[in-house]
């Protein structure tokens, strides 16, 4: 159990780290679909970390039932019962953003990172790990979409979270909300964060040969 | 042995391939595309007013700027000597429609240079045309602006305020083909003067800057493709010297398709990639939404480019299948 990581670590890691969007590149269809606003990417985040954390828990539970041939069919009904909640749930209490999220919400069944928690960690780890992860994870891909769908209205609309942020005279850019905004946002966000990771990484080389040369001198 | 090491004439120079060399530098290359672009600031001035002056400089400005800005964040030198940034920014000036709100220009230059260049390592890396990567992020941004057409200066009638196609396409109006060659149309600035451009573009070609091969293939294969169905049909379809004239063709053939880094490398494949423009042209112009569709036909076909080199590259000399 000691080789095992801390459980704050279990959480950060889906963060930054092991980002879903940034870094595993999973689940970019609804991310480029919907965040043309910022309550659209945080609905459907919300929605998602909702059936990420049911189904990790209730697949975690199971998981020395389910026989290995059959896991991926089990995963996916699993994921479908709570994906049924959610959408349900939307229409009856939030009918219009259910209305601008469209079929994503009945698509959340076939998002990669739900699956792909499942299959990585869920069915290899104890019940209350699975949910800390399903939660890093999540937030991780709230984080994301957040951050796409707040630069996307921004810069399309001129608002954020409906609120006016820019000055009038702002003439808002239409590509941003077109699928090609989506698509220059995403890719210029992983390049930033790219970018950031390899500066890190260079400086902490740096250091070390800077160590390496300071007990050698000694 | 001693003689020819003391005599530096004789020296055997060994270097790799490529062995025949441009007879131009990049630098002054760059700088001979900016003299043959000269005429067509020069008509979009006299038929669109000195603002028009203004959009261009704007729009060099920012592209130098956004150069220079870039390669000092990534720590390289500052190339903007070579003269890429000021092509790029000269041909997106010329690309937008006369009256331009300013600050917009400049969102297309910044764009034009950092997404359509930089992102992908600078000169020499890109996949698509700059200029035209801008102008596709403008049309895209800004529909109603950039499909806003000023009345050049000598307009004879209101009709002009609308592009040749535009009229054609949705008024069946025929723009007669004086205007269309001498360029007292609607349009972008720098499109619109036929004459103006086929002198830059015939400049470059004689000097040898540009290949020949592109802007000819591009024009016949139009001329055919238009005569065909001007045959079928001669009052749905216009005459095939209303589509070499009308709209952005001849700006497009002369000064965007044939960019060195983005067309092909060897004759058959620019020649392939001529015709694949007006393919894609007459596609767009004829059954398309748009009424024009150069700027569409050629980042298409800048995509392609690379697997047009792929599939014409030439067999190695003796090599037997």
């Given amino acids: 159990m000691s080789s095992k990581p801390s459980l704050s670590n279990e959480f950060v890691k889906g963060l930054w780290e092991n980002n879903p969007i940034f870094k595993q590149v999973l689940g970019t269809c609804p991310t480029l679909a919907v965040t043309v606003s910022a309550i659209n990417g945080i609905a459907m985040a919300l929605a998602t970390t909702f059936v990420l954390v049911f189904s990790s828990l209730i697949v975690s539970l199971v998981r020395k039932l389910i026989p290995t041939q059959v896991r991926i069919a089990s995963y996916i009904l699993i994921i479908a019962t709570f994906v049924t909640i959610v959408d349900l749930v939307m229409k009856a209490q939030f009918p219009e953003l259910s209305k601008s999220l469209g079929p994503y919400i009945p698509l959340i069944v076939v998002n990669c990172i739900i699956l792909g928690r499942q299959e990585a960690f869920a069915s290899k780890n104890s019940p209350f790990r699975s949910v800390i992860d399903a939660l890093g994870m999540g937030s991780g891909f709230l984080l994301a979409l957040f951050v796409l769908g707040s630069l996307r209205e921004i810069f399309g609309s001129g608002t954020i979270l409906g609120l006016q942020v820019m000055p009038n005279f702002y003439e808002p850019w239409l590509i941003m909300i077109l699928p090609a905004g989506a698509f220059l946002t995403l890719g210029l966000l992983m390049g930033l964060s790219n970018f950031y990771v390899t500066h890190k990484k260079k400086i902490e080389k740096e250091n070390i040969i800077q160590e390496y040369l300071k007990i050698k001198a000694t | ?321």
Avoid: C
């Fill in chain 2, 1 to 321: 042995m001693l003689e020819t090491k003391q005599n530096p004439t004789y020296k055997l120079e060994l270097t790799s391939s490529p062995h025949i060399h441009s007879r131009w530098s990049t630098m002054q290359a760059m700088w001979l595309v900016v003299i043959a672009i000269i005429p067509t600031v020069i008509a979009s001035v006299l038929f669109f007013g000195f603002y028009q002056l203004l959009i261009i400089l704007v729009s060099v400005g920012f592209a130098l700027g956004t150069e220079a800005a870039i390669k000092a964040m990534r720590k390289r030198e500052i190339t903007i000597k070579d003269g890429s940034g000021l092509i790029t920014g000269l041909l997106l000036g010329l690309i937008v429609p006369p009256n331009f709100s300013l600050s917009s220009t400049a969102l297309g230059a910044i764009v034009a240079v950092a997404i359509g260049k930089e992102v992908f390592g600078g000169l020499g890396y890109n996949i698509f045309n700059p200029a035209l990567v801008g102008r596709a992020f403008l049309q895209a941004a800004f529909p109603v602006p950039m499909t806003t057409w000023a009345q050049p200066n000598f307009a004879a009638d209101g009709i002009s305020s609308a592009t040749p196609l535009s009229a054609f396409k949705f008024d069946s109006i025929i723009t007669n083909n004086q205007s269309l060659v001498l360029g007292n149309i609607g349009g972008s600035l720098g499109e619109t003067s036929a004459i103006a451009v086929l002198i830059g573009g015939i400049f470059l070609i004689a000097i040898g800057v540009v290949n020949w091969r592109i802007p000819v293939s591009t024009i016949l294969s139009l001329f055919l493709f238009a005569s065909l169905f001007h045959t079928i049909d001669s009052v749905k379809y216009a005459t095939p010297m209303f589509h070499l004239f009308a709209g952005g063709f001849l700006f497009g053939t002369f000064f965007m398709a044939t960019e060195w880094v983005t067309s092909p490398l060897t004759a058959k494949g620019m020649w392939i990639y001529g015709i694949g423009i007006s393919l894609i042209l007459i596609l767009i112009r004829i059954f398309g939404g748009l009424p024009e569709g150069v700027m569409y036909s050629i980042l298409l076909m800048n995509g392609f480019v690379p697997l047009i080199n792929k599939f014409t590259r030439p067999k190695t000399f003796g090599k037997v299948k």
